[in-house]
């Protein structure tokens, strides 16, 4: 391999951590809505140099989780009620049409994984809110990985991370602790893998909007 091939792949990898890393911070509120992302400060921050930090900051434009200001940089994607309705309304209706599809073709690969993924969920402490958040998105994109629509997917990948945004915006309260979510993922997995599409949707729409009810009161 070539000097020139092991830069790139060095690069590649700079910037695949540097956009997981500022998409984790992003995501969990410790990058705040409208705050600055200037390249040098990041570079310092990150340990990454101004190009893959750049091109890390392309992708999460891509995300719409990070927005581009003319000739003045980048920064940190603005948080609204409104938009966080527009959001949670186009979860709903994709993610239903997905989950619809998945529950109905998918196979004993697609059960048993979904069985996997709620069982290492249901055993991870809520405290380790990095890898919670992983296994709570990986159960919920697994009950739609069966509906053979990658397009889709990534649809419904990307409303989910934008709508996980919203709940770490709004913290933590009393109230929305008190909700039984264990209950609730236990319920659509059941109703999932016995195959009832009506069930598991109504029960995935309710889990949705139960949450979304709750964030839109708290959301400034």
């Known amino acids: 391999m070539s000097t020139i091939d092991l830069q790139n792949q060095s690069n590649q990898s700079s910037t695949r951590r540097t956009y997981l890393t500022l998409r984790n911070e992003i995501i969990t509120g410790n990058l705040a809505p409208g705050e600055r992302?200037?390249?040098?400060?990041?570079?310092?921050?990150y340990g990454a140099?101004?190009?893959?930090?750049?091109?890390a900051l392309s992708l999460l434009t891509s995300d719409q989780l990070v927005e581009r200001l003319d000739q003045r940089g980048f920064r940190v994607a603005d948080a609204n009620r409104h938009q966080f309705q527009e959001i949670l309304g186009l979860r709903c209706t994709l993610e239903d049409i997905a989950l619809r599809q998945s529950v109905k073709n998918g196979g004993r690969e697609w059960e048993e994984n979904l069985?996997?993924?709620?069982?290492?969920?249901?055993?991870?402490?809520r405290g380790d809110v990095e890898?919670?958040?992983?296994?709570?998105?990986?159960f919920h994109m697994a009950l739609l990985s069966a509906c053979d629509s990658p397009v889709l997917m990534r649809?419904?990948?990307?409303l989910y991370d934008l709508?996980?945004?919203y709940r770490f915006l709004a913290g933590r309260s009393k109230s929305y602790a008190s909700r039984n979510v264990e209950g609730e993922h236990l319920a659509i997995l059941d109703a999932a893998v016995s195959r009832d599409v009506e069930l598991t949707?109504?029960?995935l729409m309710d889990h949705y909007?139960?949450?979304?009810?709750?964030?839109?009161?708290?959301?400034?």
Do not use: M
């Open 115 to 125: 069985v996997l993924v709620h069982h290492y969920l249901s055993r991870t402490d």
């Open 209 to 220: 909007n139960s949450t979304g009810a709750f964030l839109s009161e708290l959301i400034a």
């Open 37 to 45: 992302l200037k390249v040098e400060t990041l570079k310092e921050n």
């Open 201 to 203: 949707s109504t029960l």
């Open 155 to 158: 649809f419904c990948g990307q």
């Open 163 to 165: 709508n996980v945004r």
């Open 131 to 138: 890898l919670f958040e992983e296994r709570h998105k990986s």
């Open 49 to 55: 140099g101004a190009s893959p930090i750049r091109e």
